[in-house]
Structures are given as C-alpha cells and as structure tokens.
C-alpha cells in the first residue's frame, strides 16, 4: 500500500519509473520513524530520498544544508515539479523571513530548507517549536565529521536538533563512504541506532583516465578536441593563478571557458556561476572552490591539471559529470611537483600533527591511484570498501595495459646514488648528481667525486623522476622527512641493490597518452538515436523556455529527458509522461510545446 502510494509520487511528481539504488528503502525507513544514514554517490538521487517522505507525510520536512546556492538551487527545482518549498537563510530581508514563516505555518509548503548557523538560532528554534515536523534531512553530513575532507563548525551542533525534536527522525545524507567517517556521523549526529544504507559507488557511466604532465594546455587541448568538443566540463586547477591563465589560454583556443576561484569578486563569482548553469557547452576552469553549488547534471567531462589533496575529493569532484548517467570522462593529468607541492602547503599549516598524518596518508593513497597499474576503478571502489572486479574495461588502465620493463640496472644506479649521498636529499638533487649535473650544491658537496656521479646521464631527467615516483608507490624508496622529501632507502630495495630481486616498472610513453585519447573518444555515443536535428530543436525550445523563466536550462528538462523524447517521439499526453523526467506539472507546463516540435520534426522527415 505505502509502497504504491510512494511509487506514485516519484512517477506523478518526478516523472520518474523506478526508485535507484536504496531509494525506496531509505525512504521507508524514514517513515517507519527510525534514523536513518544514506550514503550514496554524487548524482545517485540523494535528494529524493527525503523529498519523497515529505510529500507522503504531514508537517513539514526540515533540511539542514551547507550553502545558500544549494538551497536555492533546490527550492527552484521543486517548484518546478510543483513541489511547495522555500528557505530560510542569511540572505533573506526580515520581511521575506517573516513570509516564508507565515508559508509554512500556515501549511504552505512542505519542505522548508535552513543552513546549519541558522537552524539553530533562537528565533528560528522559537519558530519550529510552532509547527509539526515531519522529519529532519541532514545534507552534506560528512561536514561533521573532522574525519571527512569538509569539516563545518556549524554541523557540529547539529546534534542539538535530536534533543530538542527526539521524536522526528533525523536522515543524514552524504556521499563520503569511508568507515570511519560514517561511525562519526552517527555518533556527532546522536542518532538513535540508525538504519543505514551503502549504496555502490561505482559510477559505469565515468570514464576515468590520468595521464602524466608534459605540456598541459596541449594535453588539455587535445583531450577536449577529441571526446568533449561540444561539451560542457569542469577543469580543476589547485591555485588561483593557474585558473585564471588557463581560462585565457582555452578561450584563445576558441573555447568558451570562464575563470572561478574565491579570489575573484562575489559579483563575479555569482555571475561565473550562473554563466555556468546556464549555458551549453561551456567550460569552467575553477579551485575547488567550486564545487558544492553545481547542480548541473549534464556535465560531460572533469579535467583535473593538478593532482586532489584525497582520494575523497578527486571522487566527489569527478562525481560531477555525468549525473544524468549519460557518458561522460574524469581525465587527469599529474607530476611529481604535484606532490611537492601539496606537501609543502601542508606542512606550512598550523594544523595538528594528528591531523597532518592523516592528511600524508589521504595524499599517499591519491598518488597510489596515479601510479597504479591496476584497474582505476578496482582501486577506487576498493579504497571505499567495495569489492570489484579486477577489470572495468573503461579506464585507461584496463584499454591500453601499461607496458612494464625491466629496470633493474637503472634501479640499482638510482638506488646507490640516494645510498651515496647520504639518504638525505630530494629528487631533484638525486638526479643532478646522477646525470652528472655541474649544479654548484653538487660539486660545493663533492658529490662529483662520488662512482654514481653521471652514471645516469645518457638518460633524460623526466625518466628518473618517473622511476622515482613509481618506487615510492611499489615501496622501494621511501620519503624521510616530508618537508624537503629527501629520499631514502626501505627494506625491499635490499635485493634489488644485491641484484637477486629483480624489478619491473612501467613504461612511460606517449604512444600510451595518445591510444587513451582515441579510445577516450565518447563523442556522441550518449546519443543512441539518430536524430540529430530533432535533439537541436527541442534543446534550442527549451533554451527559449530557459531564457524566459529565467532558469537554467536543465532545470526545464535535462539533456537524458530531451534524448529519450527523440527516440520515444510521444504523440500524447499518455506517451510524453512516460519519458523519464517529465512528471505531471511539468507535462502540463511545457508538454504541448514540445509535442507540438516533435509532431511538426515527423512531418518534415
Ligand atoms: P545527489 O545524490 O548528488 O544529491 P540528486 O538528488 O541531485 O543527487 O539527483 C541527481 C539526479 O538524478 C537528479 O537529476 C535527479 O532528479 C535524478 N534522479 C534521482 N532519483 C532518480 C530516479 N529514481 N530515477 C531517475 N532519476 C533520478
Ligand atoms: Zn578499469
């Protein structure tokens, strides 16, 4: 009976057939009045989860959320599909606050979204204490936890909510599975035994690939070019000054790029963003600091020019392409700089060294999946608890295998000159006295009396970091002191040194970079029909509906929504509210305008 009365709203109101994943389960545990902790990837369908209970339930549906765009970007959402909703926040006159109250009391709306600082402020408690809450959604909830990768002071007094509501039950939602992140979120939370629910991580739809630095632009170029080229997509860089120089290069390219970091004006910023929902085939290149506010779902590719902190951010950041689950790409490039460099910002904080370590150990892991030789998503999933397959079939790793070599000979050289000078410099100096460099530091040292001095010089220096960064990984080499990186020696290289254990790196090669490109190419495979024409036309109607609701256009329909019109071709009512993601008010906004393009497309052909 619930179950049918549930499946009806999701079909009525979503538009949707069927629940994903955990949905209908989670849902069902939030009204059997239990706390309940759902973890599912980005793009699974989190929302939905309390969405739907609130609209089965009476009162209203409390939702804690992290950002004012976020909110917003919901509440516009929801009335799309007639669902009764506002917000509650800091950007709010006193007058708008005072409406929005007078709205839910009065029955107006069902779900009522708050940020972590506000929800617990005296006014608004005062406010809540008037009215019946149906259940309390805790989104993003690994933000209380000091264990994920964003922690938020404001989350951790959110536990307040369960002594003051001990009868509503509480969902926390987020999409950070580790373990022990997740034992902290209950417990930061007080949650009364909750249910909770896993579902898989694995998003098939992504294509993942991580390539070494050489030119970047080019790389980036090429990438593009070949898979992506009317797409949009995201490019991550780690500085500000690295954003803005590659915004310009890929607009002198011909690209439609814009620049988002938190050091450009909020105006600005705003303006980017918005640039960003709106429009087709855009590219933004952006800090993290973008990141939580995309909403977008038909985001094709995520480019990362510099190597994430963790494991847990280049998932989440990755998980953006793609929310339709149509094909889509994560593409990495990196270097040893790279880490370097994130060392280097690392220890230079204040921070904790419990902090620190764990930190060392998030970026480790992150530099494993770069050098691994195995399948990238066997490693993803695993890192996050899940057993797979050892072969995807749709990672870089698993289309083109790495060629492995023997470099037992170089081995031995690189291992005696760490060996030599002592254990106690980084690479590049570990390279300079190998390639016999006249660097005053080394002959200033002597190190050019040593028997290892040049013996690596008829090889470049970008094949001596590669080996050294593969060494790290396979624990040859081991990093003494992470400040300066200086390079040491660990147990395993013993018999390499001896010459009784040999060893296999894999081969670097251009050749491997360019195969993944070819084979990276996704280019309009996400449309399985044929309809080209048909696909522009219904997309320029929505962009006129877009442009004249003044919402983004996905938020009309999504790019999913639009393909499955072009291979259905619904004559009536009956046939466009089967499409996936048409639900009632939406047919009845806008069903007459696309049937009536898609019956005069059939008369034209
Ligand atoms: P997240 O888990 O990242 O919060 P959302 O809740 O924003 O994800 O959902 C991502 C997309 O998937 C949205 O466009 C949403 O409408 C869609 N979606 C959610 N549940 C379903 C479903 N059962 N069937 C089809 N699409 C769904
Ligand atoms: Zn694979």
């Not at 606050?97 to 940020?115: D, H, M, T, W």
């Not at 790793?397 to 410099?425: M, V």
Request: charged share 25%.
């Amino acid at each position: 009976m619930r179950n049918d009365k549930l499946h009806l709203i999701l079909k009525e109101t979503f538009g949707y057939q069927t629940f994903r994943f955990d949905q209908l389960e989670i849902i069902n545990s939030i009204l059997d009045g239990k706390d309940t902790l759902a973890i599912m990837p980005t793009g699974g369908g989190k929302s939905l989860c309390y969405q739907i209970p609130a609209l089965y339930s009476e009162g209203v549906c409390l939702v804690i959320s992290p950002l004012i765009s976020l909110m917003q970007d919901q509440v516009m959402n929801l009335e799309e599909f007639g669902v009764a909703s506002c917000f509650l926040n800091s950007s709010q006159s006193y007058e708008e606050k005072k409406e929005v109250q007078r709205r839910v009391r009065n029955g107006e709306a069902k779900i009522l979204y708050v940020s972590p600082e506000g929800v617990l402020s005296p006014s608004i408690m005062n406010f809540l204490d008037q009215i019946t809450i149906s259940l309390i959604a805790i989104d993003e909830a690994h933000c209380v936890s000091q264990w994920g990768h964003e922690f938020r002071k404001d989350y951790t007094r959110l536990y307040e909510l369960k002594n003051w509501f001990p009868e509503v039950p509480l969902i926390a939602l987020t999409a950070t599975a580790d373990e022990k992140t997740r034992r902290d979120i209950s417990h930061q939370l007080s949650l009364k035994d909750p249910q909770t629910f896993v579902s898989s991580f694995d998003r098939p739809n992504i294509k993942y690939m991580i390539h070494e630095r050489g030119d970047e632009i080019k790389q980036l170029n090429e990438f593009i070019s070949a898979s992506h080229s009317d797409d949009t997509g995201i490019v991550y860089c780690l500085s500000r000054k690295k954003v803005e120089k590659v915004a310009k290069e890929l607009s002198n390219l011909g690209y439609h790029a814009i620049p988002y970091h938190a050091g450009l004006s909020p105006q600005t910023r705003e303006r980017n963003q918005e640039l960003f929902n709106r429009e087709e085939q855009i590219i933004v290149v952006a800090t993290i600091a973008f990141g939580m506010g995309i909403d977008r779902p038909d985001v094709r590719f995520v480019a990362h020019l510099d190597l994430p902190k963790s494991v847990e951010s280049y998932y989440q950041e990755t998980g953006r392409a793609g929310r339709d689950g149509k094909e889509s790409s994560a593409w990495m490039i990196y270097g040893l700089q790279d880490v370097v460099k994130i060392s280097q910002m690392l220890e230079t904080t204040e921070a904790h060294e419990n902090y620190k370590k764990v930190a060392r150990h998030k970026l480790d892991s992150m530099l494993s999946l770069c050098e691994t030789i195995q399948c990238r998503r066997h490693y993803l999933l695993n890192y996050f608890g899940e057993q797979t397959g050892q072969h995807c079939g749709s990672c870089d790793s698993c289309l083109e295998p790495a060629e492995t070599w023997d470099a037992s000979i170089d081995a031995q050289k690189l291992l005696s000159t760490i060996y030599r000078t002592g254990q106690n410099f980084g690479s590049n100096y570990i390279i300079d006295v190998l390639r016999g460099s006249k660097n005053t530091k080394v002959i200033e040292r002597r190190h050019d009396r040593l028997s290892v001095y040049g013996i690596g010089k008829d090889l470049p220096k970008n094949h001596w970091n590669h080996m050294i960064r593969q060494m790290i990984h396979l624990g040859y080499i081991g990093i003494k002191n992470w400040e300066y990186r200086n390079l040491c020696l660990l147990e395993k290289s013993r018999g390499v040194l001896a010459g009784t254990s040999p060893i296999y790196l894999r081969r670097q090669s251009d050749k491997r970079a360019r195969l993944g490109l070819q084979k990276a190419s996704t280019k309009n495979k996400h449309m399985d029909h044929e309809r080209h024409e048909l696909f522009e036309e219904l997309r320029s109607l929505r962009g006129e509906i877009a442009e004249e609701k003044k919402v983004p256009p996905y938020i009309v329909f999504n790019d999913k929504t639009l393909h499955e019109m072009c291979v259905f071709l619904p004559r009536n009512a009956s046939d466009f509210l089967m499409i996936n993601g048409v639900g009632q008010k939406k047919y009845e906004q806008y069903g007459a305008l696309f049937l009536r393009k898609i019956a005069d497309h059939q008369i034209h052909v």
